[in-house]
C-alpha cells in the first residue's frame, strides 16, 4: 500500500526566504506526482504535476522535483510572500492514469511579514 | 466555467439520519472521486468513479455508498449518519481515459458536515 509522508508538519518562516517542502512515498510505481495548495475553508488547487518520466517542473517562483529511484519529492518556493501562506500537500499517482491519487498530510506554511 | 461545484457547503445532521453529498462538473472530465478530510489523518479516498457507469471502492468505504448519475454528476450518500463521518467531504474529477491521465485533479470547494 502507498503511504505518502510530509516532513516537517508545519513551517514558519520570514518574509523572502527560500524554503524547500520534503514528500516521500514507500512505492516508487508511480505515474505523476502532483503538489497541491490548500487555503483554511478551502478546496485544493493544483500547483505542480511531474509524470513519471520527468525530474523537475517550474511554475513562477515555485520549483518541485520528483526521484523516483529514492521515493522522494520536494517543492521549492523562491522568496517566500506572506501570500504564499497555506497547507501545501503533495499526491502521488499509481501504476495507471485513472487509479487514485493517494494524498501525504501536508505541510502548514506561515510566512511572517 | 464553474468547474466542479459540491453542494451544500455545510450540513449538520444528528445521528441515523441520512443524507446526499451531490458534485457536478462541467470540465466533460470521465473520472470523479469523493475523499474526505479529517484532522491529522490528511485526505483519504472513500469511492470513485474512473469512467461513467463504474464505481469503485476507496481506503474508507464504509458508511456510504454512490452513484455516477451520468458523466457530469457523482453523488454521495450517508444511510445512517454517525458521529465518525463529521468531516470535510470534497468531491474531484480528472480528465482520465486514454489522453487525460496526466492532468491535474481539480477540486470542489468541499461540504462541511457534522453529525451529532
Known amino acids: 500500500k502507498q503511504e505518502v509522508t510530509q516532513i516537517p508538519a508545519a513551517l514558519s518562516v520570514p518574509e523572502g526566504e527560500n524554503l524547500v517542502l520534503n514528500c516521500s512515498f514507500t512505492d516508487s510505481a508511480i505515474y505523476n506526482l502532483q503538489w497541491f495548495r490548500q487555503d483554511p475553508g478551502k478546496g485544493l488547487t493544483s500547483l505542480l504535476l511531474?509524470?513519471?518520466?520527468?525530474r523537475e517542473q517550474t511554475s513562477g517562483r515555485l520549483n518541485a522535483s520528483l526521484d523516483k529511484s529514492s521515493g522522494r519529492s520536494t517543492l521549492y518556493i523562491a522568496a517566500s510572500q506572506p501570500g504564499d501562506s497555506a497547507t501545501y500537500l503533495c499526491?502521488?499517482?499509481?501504476?495507471?492514469?485513472?487509479?487514485?491519487?493517494?494524498f501525504g498530510k501536508g505541510t502548514r506554511l506561515s510566512v511572517i511579514a | 466555467n464553474a468547474g466542479v461545484t459540491q453542494t451544500p457547503k455545510f450540513q449538520v445532521l444528528k445521528t441515523g439520519q441520512s443524507m446526499t453529498l451531490q458534485c457536478a462538473q462541467d470540465m466533460n472530465h470521465n473520472s470523479m472521486y469523493w475523499y474526505r478530510q479529517d484532522p491529522g489523518m490528511g485526505l483519504r479516498l472513500i469511492y470513485y468513479s474512473a469512467s461513467e457507469g463504474t464505481t469503485d471502492k476507496g481506503e474508507v468505504p464504509n458508511g456510504y455508498n454512490v452513484s455516477r448519475l451520468n458523466k457530469r454528476e457523482f453523488s454521495l450518500r450517508l444511510e445512517s449518519a454517525a458521529p465518525s463521518q463529521t468531516s470535510v467531504y470534497f468531491c474531484a474529477s480528472i480528465p482520465g481515459g486514454a489522453r487525460g491521465q496526466n492532468s491535474p485533479l481539480h477540486f470542489g470547494n468541499g461540504t462541511r458536515l457534522t453529525v451529532t
Open positions: 511531474i509524470q513519471s518520466s520527468q
Open positions: 499526491a502521488v499517482g499509481g501504476n495507471s492514469g485513472n487509479t487514485p491519487l493517494v
